[in-house]
């Protein structure tokens, strides 16, 4: 009759899947009610404390007095003390308490395990200008941290001008490689797409008019002087300047950045330096590229849609721009490249210790690069209307 289970007594063991595999299940805890005083009996741990308390519920709900003996129990954790505390605090007495259990109990028993206070409400007004200020601090401190980036960044190039010996050539040839020659696919289809979509457009609102052969003038000066540029510079960001972010980003996770530092190594000639360079050296080429790629989509579609020959839509180009147009767009290329490649590192050395820094600095870093290059872009359109360029 003692190995079997009678309806006064329930045993409780923890589940197999919690257990490793090789390792013995968790000791059982046996809530025995036959005396008329509940008694615990083995382990009240993590892993028995709620059973045991549906055990207890019921075992009380029976009329069963509310008394509990503990001279049974082997092994008592903080979950169990934390139930044992609560069960004392309503009422029940706790009788054949150890020595080992009763220190556990006075300490856990002690502590202030009172809810903390409710935080009061906040208006929506005072909490969209705490917002605001918040924003505002935000974008200030980027602000502050960009232009001190900038002149880190400034420092490590003229010294490395001053001493050429500390060029790393074959870490500037990769990066051209990464974020030049292999981008040359989606730059030059983004590019003529971009032409096809302006010339469809010009040609839908130009017809009515009858001006529609001006049509070429529209797509060879808003490819050669805003479009190319602006659409290269922005795949770009999102391209390369993400990836700058990433490398550098999982560096710093794995600590390979102090490694650096450690070994005497300056992380700004080793990791920004070859990254900026080479993508101050790539998008003025990608932007040429783009121009080209732009006017052949402007010929096509402009073959399709007005019956205009090559030859002819040469000629129209040349009366329509000047090499000021062409310069302009190939002037703004270093700049936006110069911020694209500092936004990318710095967030990449702004990355702490896990994955989500990762992700989240790498999508600040392509959301403020963007920003950067369309404001920039307002910016030198407004300079060169002034200059009459």
Request: hydrophobic share 50%.
């Amino acid at each position: 009759m003692d190995a079997m289970e009678t309806e006064s007594t329930r045993t409780l063991r923890a589940p197999m899947g919690l257990h490793p595999p090789g390792k013995s299940a968790a000791p059982a805890l046996v809530v025995d009610s036959r005396n008329g005083t509940p008694a615990l009996r083995g382990t009240l741990d993590i892993h028995t404390v709620t059973q045991a308390e549906r055990s207890l519920e019921q075992a009380w709900g029976k009329g069963k007095s509310r008394t509990l003996d503990l001279g049974g129990l082997d092994r008592l954790d903080t979950p169990g003390a934390l139930l044992l505390c609560a069960l004392r605090k309503e009422g029940v007495e706790l009788t054949g308490v150890r020595s080992e259990h009763q220190s556990l109990l006075d300490l856990i028993c002690g502590l202030d395990l009172a809810p903390l206070a409710k935080p009061k409400s906040v208006s929506r007004a005072r909490e969209l200008v705490t917002q605001l200020g918040k924003a505002a601090d935000e974008a200030w401190r980027d602000t502050i941290d960009v232009i001190a980036f900038v002149a880190r960044t400034a420092n490590a190039v003229v010294y490395m001008l001053v001493h050429p010996t500390a060029w790393r050539l074959p870490s500037i040839s990769r990066q051209i490689a990464e974020t030049g020659i292999e981008a040359l696919p989606i730059v030059g289809l983004l590019a003529v797409m971009i032409s096809v979509v302006i010339a469809y457009q010009g040609v839908a609102q130009l017809r009515p008019w009858g001006g529609e052969n001006l049509t070429i003038n529209l797509v060879a000066v808003s490819v050669l002087r805003e479009m190319g540029v602006l659409i290269t510079a922005i795949l770009i960001a999102g391209r390369s300047g993400s990836a700058f972010t990433a490398e550098i980003g999982v560096m710093k996770t794995r600590e390979e950045v102090d490694a650096l530092e450690v070994m005497g190594l300056d992380r700004m000639q080793l990791l920004v330096v070859p990254r900026i360079v080479g993508l101050v050296i790539t998008l003025p080429l990608l932007t040429f590229y783009a121009d080209m790629m732009g006017l052949a989509g402007g010929a096509l579609i402009s073959h399709v849609l007005l019956g205009v020959q090559p030859a002819q839509y040469l000629v129209h180009v040349r009366q329509a721009v000047d090499l000021s147009d062409f310069f302009v767009g190939l002037f703004k290329a270093p700049v936006f490249a110069f911020v694209i490649g500092v936004v990318g590192c710095m967030h990449g050395l702004r990355v702490g210790g896990s994955a989500e820094s990762v992700g989240r600095e790498t999508t600040r870093s392509v959301v403020k690069a963007i920003f950067l290059v369309i404001v920039l872009d307002a910016l030198f359109s407004i300079l060169f209307e002034k200059l009459g360029v």
